[in-house]
């Protein structure tokens, strides 16, 4: 569900912080994460976890990523672009409501081992996915509020696209979607 991730990360984050200077591809990189980090080794252990949610969606991995940030850089730019990374990540935890998978999100504190899925394979648990029209939806609302945004900030027009890709910001009002 990378889109929901994505855009529900950014209209929130945008939202709370009222940032225009905030650099928007840190904060997208840190909402897929947890995904880019767990899916792999998910599937390639499906047999011992049957998860793709692994360590990745934990909140020790999200405090680690903001301890990291906080002792490896200055308070100025690069931390604050830094940090949208560590929010992304907690925010992709508050997404996927961790909170009902709590051997995960609380690994290690509650033991080694994360909850699992319930199915003996990974094809199974994403033909289950697939027929949720939850997740659907997720994706569909993730994807209305990027196009949105990018319209309102006018990314058709070489210039701003061009300042987007460099900085990362985007020119529509915060507060406006």
Known sequence: MFLWHIGATTAFIRYAFRDPAMDLRYL???AIVPDLIDLPAGVALWSRFE??????HSLAFGATCLVVVLIATRRGPVRKRWVLVAVGVLMHLFLDAMW???ETLWWPLLGSSFSGT???TYGAYVANLM??????????AGLAYLIVLARRSKLTEPGRRNVFLRTGTVSARIGQL
């Open 28 to 30: 997208a990189l840190g």
């Open 51 to 56: 998860s793709p949610r692994l360590v990745g």
């Open 100 to 102: 009902r998978q709590p």
């Open 131 to 140: 027929r949720q029209p939850l997740l659907w939806a997720g994706e569909f």
């Open 118 to 120: 319930g199915f003996a």
